[in-house]
């Protein structure tokens, strides 16, 4: 380092400040690196848990059933892929009776649950796939 009496000369004021610049720079750069990594992970990880969020949601209707009977719509579109539903019908003092698509019917288990419901107490509608495994409701447009 060139140096007077007094301090560093002029020309070594500016090689210095031309290094702190450059660090400077450099770390504006690695931080602004840092901080669009940082944000498109977290956008990521936000992706995720609403993904996750609304899978989650669907696995809970499906393990839980519905209170609203299937339309026709729905049956024809569950029956074209081997599918069948139940209906549990909760009785107020606490039994339970689950009625099958493909062994009672849908006219026995609609007016079972209508009957039950009537009375203030709750059904649950599920539907399972070809292989009996429960399932969503197929998607079908009115």
């Known amino acids: 380092m060139k140096t007077t009496k007094t301090g560093p000369t ?54 839980e059933g519905r209170k609203v009977a299937p339309t026709a719509a729905e049956m024809v579109a569950l029956q074209r892929v081997g599918g069948s539903c139940t ?8 039994s339970c009776r689950v009625l099958v698509s493909t062994r009672e019917g849908m006219a026995l288990m609609l007016r079972e649950a209508e009957y039950v419901a009537s009375r203030g107490w709750s059904v649950a509608w599920r539907a399972f796939d070809a292989k009996g495994c429960p399932c969503a409701w197929p998607k079908v447009t009115p």
Do not use: C, H, P
Request: aromatic share 6%; no cysteine.
């Open 87 to 94: 209906v549990s019908a909760f009785y107020g003092d606490g």
């Open 10 to 63: 002029i020309e070594q004021l500016r090689v210095d400040l031309a290094k702190v610049t450059r660090e400077r720079e450099a770390y504006k750069k690695a931080k602004q690196e840092n901080d669009d990594r940082f944000m498109r992970e977290r956008d990521d990880a936000r992706d995720e848990l609403v993904r996750m969020t609304a899978e989650r949601d669907e696995l809970r209707a499906i393990v």
